[in-house]
C-alpha cells in the first residue's frame, strides 16, 4: 500500500519564476492539504482540494494555486517566487468521510529559492 | 496571540530521564489533539492523539485540559531514538485543516 508521494524531493529556483509541485495521496484517500514549513516553524496551512476545488484556504495569496486531479492526485504551483517562498512543503491526505482520522504526510518538496 | 504556543526547546537530557513538554491552544473550539514527531528534514508523523481523559503509549503518556486550553506530553526513561522535534497540533470540526505549533526540540543525549 503506497503511502503518500511527493515530487521532486528538492527544487532550486531564482526569484520570479514559477514552481509547481506533485502529490499523490494515500490509497484510498480522496482530499489532498497542502502545507509550507519554514526553517524552524510549524508546517502552516495553504490549501485543502476534495473533489477537485479548493474547499478551504489559509492565510497565503493568490500566488499560491493548486488543482486536484480525477484521480486525486495534486499540483501546487507558486508564481513569482519570493525569497521567503524556501520552505518545505508537505502534502497530506485523509479520506474526506473520515476527517478524525490520521492525516498521512509525504516526504515533502523541499524549495529554495535564490 | 499565536493559535498553538510551545516552548522551541531545545531541551538536552540524559537517556533514561524523564521529560515533558508543555502547549497551550487559543481556540476554545478546538475538538482534536495530537502530538506528532518529526526528525530532521523529515515529515510530521503522528505520534498519538490526545483524550481528555489522558492516554498512554508505552513511555508517552498525553493529557489534555480543556478548560485551561493546555496540553502536555511526558516521555519516560528517554532513548537516544526519541531524539526528534515534537509538534502540538490541534484541530476543529470536520474537514479543517491542522493547527502546528512551532515545536519542541529535544535532544536526548548519551
Known amino acids: 500500500d503506497a503511502g503518500v508521494t511527493q515530487s521532486p524531493t528538492h527544487l532550486i529556483k531564482t526569484r520570479g519564476q514559477q514552481v509547481t509541485l506533485r502529490c499523490s495521496p494515500k490509497s484510498g484517500h480522496d482530499t489532498v492539504s497542502w502545507y509550507q514549513q519554514a526553517l524552524g516553524q510549524g508546517p502552516q496551512f495553504i490549501f485543502q482540494?476534495?473533489?477537485?476545488?479548493?474547499?478551504q484556504r489559509g492565510n497565503f495569496p493568490d500566488r499560491f494555486s493548486g488543482h486536484q486531479f480525477p484521480n486525486y492526485s495534486s499540483e501546487l504551483n507558486v508564481n513569482a517566487l519570493l525569497l521567503g517562498d524556501s520552505a518545505l512543503y508537505l502534502c497530506a491526505s485523509l479520506a474526506w468521510a473520515d476527517p478524525y482520522n490520521e492525516q498521512f504526510f509525504g516526504p515533502g518538496t523541499r524549495l529554495t529559492v535564490l | 496571540r499565536k493559535e498553538v504556543e510551545q516552548d522551541p526547546g531545545p531541551f538536552n537530557v540524559p537517556e533514561g530521564a524523564t521529560v515533558a513538554f508543555n502547549c497551550t491552544y487559543s481556540n476554545s473550539a478546538s475538538q482534536s489533539f495530537f502530538w506528532y514527531r518529526q526528525d530532521c528534514r523529515k515529515e510530521p508523523k503522528l505520534l498519538m492523539s490526545?483524550?481528555?481523559s489522558g492516554n498512554e503509549d508505552g513511555r508517552f503518556t498525553a493529557q489534555l485540559n480543556r478548560a485551561s486550553q493546555y496540553i502536555s506530553l511526558l516521555i519516560r526513561d528517554s532513548k537516544l531514538s526519541d531524539s526528534a522535534t515534537y509538534l502540538c497540533?490541534?484541530?476543529?470540526?470536520?474537514?479543517?485543516?491542522?493547527?502546528f505549533g512551532k515545536g519542541t526540540r529535544l535532544s536526548v543525549i548519551a
Open positions: 497540533v490541534v484541530k476543529d470540526m470536520g474537514n479543517t485543516p491542522l493547527v
Open positions: 490526545v483524550y481528555s
Open positions: 482540494y476534495y473533489e477537485e476545488e479548493e474547499r
